[in-house]
């Protein structure tokens, strides 16, 4: 059974920094990813990290957050660094195994300015 649970999310000042974790079980994945959604907006890709390694982000995060593995605790990092509060969302991890897609409950991300 699949399982993803989330943490690390908080009340952060603008510039500060908060790194999310996502301990993901049951399978192996094609990919890992964060998501995040804000109020009446949809749900956005965040940054992606492959099997094998590769990442991509998004243009508004780029610079500013880091996605990685350890493979070995089963978990996939968020690091997110000079937080602005446009980063304000409910933020979802995501883990793919060919074309299903596996989410997190969410944790909350608040940045003030």
């Known amino acids: 059974q699949v399982q993803l649970v989330e943490s690390g999310g908080g009340l952060v000042q603008a510039g500060g920094s908060l790194r999310l974790s996502c301990v993901a079980t049951?399978?192996?994945?094609?990919?890992n990813a964060w998501y995040r959604q804000a109020p009446g907006s949809q749900r956005e890709l965040v940054a992606l990290i492959s099997r094998g390694g590769s990442t991509n982000y998004a243009d508004s995060v780029k610079g500013r957050f880091t996605i990685s593995r350890d493979t070995a605790k089963n978990t996939v990092y968020l690091q997110m660094n000079s937080l602005k509060p446009e980063d304000t969302a409910v933020y979802y991890c995501?883990?793919?195994?060919?074309?299903?897609?596996?989410w997190g409950q969410g944790t909350q991300v608040t940045v003030s300015s």
């Open positions: 995501n883990a793919r195994f060919l074309t299903t897609n596996y």
């Open positions: 049951g399978s192996t994945f094609t990919s």
